[in-house]
């Protein structure tokens, strides 16, 4: 059974920092792309970062790009994301996702974390 678990969410004031981590089993993870999609209440989930398998490609939105870093660590099977400078825009659930083809959207992966609430008071 696969089973991606996030955790390090929180609540922080604005152009503070957090660091997620998402933790997988049950799968092979060296040979998953991973990534991080968030969604804001009464919103869609969006995109944030994705990083691929070897670890040697990230993509970012344009909206985190500078501040947010994605990176991960294949012998322990997670994947981390580094946020600074939050802003309130920022307050949403962040999921883990993994995903075996960089094909299709990064919002159908095929496997989701339960998310973790990340908070950014102004």
């Known amino acids: 059974q696969v089973q991606l678990v996030e955790s390090g969410g929180g609540s922080v004031q604005a152009g503070g920092s957090l660091r997620l981590s998402c933790t997988a089993s049950?799968?092979?993870?060296?040979?998953?792309?991973m990534a991080w999609i968030r969604q804001a209440p009464g919103k869609e989930r969006e995109f944030v970062t994705a990083?691929?398998?070897?670890?040697?490609?990230?993509f970012y939105a344009d909206s985190v790009k500078g501040r947010f870093t994605i990176s991960r660590d294949n012998a322990k099977n997670t994947v981390y994301l580094q946020m600074n400078s939050l802003n309130p825009e920022d307050t949403a659930v962040y999921y883990c996702?993994?995903?075996?083809?960089?094909?299709?959207?990064?919002?159908?992966?095929?496997?989701w974390g339960q998310g973790t609430q990340v908070t950014v008071s102004s």
């Open positions: 996702a993994a995903k075996r083809l960089l094909t299709g959207p990064w919002v159908r992966p095929d496997y």
């Open positions: 049950g799968l092979a993870f060296s040979t998953y792309h």
């Open positions: 990083i691929t398998w070897p670890g040697t490609n990230k």
